[in-house]
């Protein structure tokens, strides 16, 4: 596969996602951001947010491209790209698929989920996929470390916890009340 070579305004769209993934983890979710381009315009962003809706498909590309597809009218987004700053999962390719993307564009891999070339590549297989051109490794640096900085954070969370609970960190508790006068 040759390289992609990517356009001031491909970093610029990734960059956009790289604040929308700020954003998830803001409140709380794990840090996945997604911005979506028709004609070098952004139309719809969207980011992780699984947990705070009750929603297992609330995935950042998801959350974009229904934004997108409402703004449009449309349920098919041929003249669109979307710039995420993760690797699809099979759900999220599927529906990228399925809306006939013109172009993906992810920053990180996810050796766990990720289905553009980690786990397998469903955008490889012609039987599935006729319209939608991958390209990967746009500002995968710095996705992947805000990925492992709210992944440290967050297990330093649950040390404190477990160790709050354990009585190693007073808690700042009474143990006992004062008569009130
Ligand atoms: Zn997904």
Known sequence: ??????????EHAMR?????????????EVPVGAVITRGGQVIATG?????????PTAHAE?????HAATLLENY???ECEIFI??????MCAMALMHARFKR???AATDPKTGVAGS????????????????ERGLMADASAKLLREFFAERREAARARRAERQGLIPTGEATHLDDTP
């Open 119 to 134: 786990v397998t590549d469903l955008f490889a297989l012609p039987q599935l996929n006729h319209h939608t051109r991958i």
């Open 104 to 106: 993906v564009v992810f």
């Open 16 to 28: 956009l996602a790289l604040d929308q993934a700020h954003n998830a983890w803001l409140v709380g």
């Open 47 to 55: 980011y992780n947010r699984p947990i705070t809706t009750h929603d």
């Open 76 to 78: 098919r987004l041929p």
């Open 62 to 66: 998801i959350v974009a491209l229904r």
């Open 85 to 90: 700053t993760l690797e699809p999962c099979a």
């Open 1 to 10: 596969m040759t390289e992609p070579i990517f356009t001031p305004a491909d």
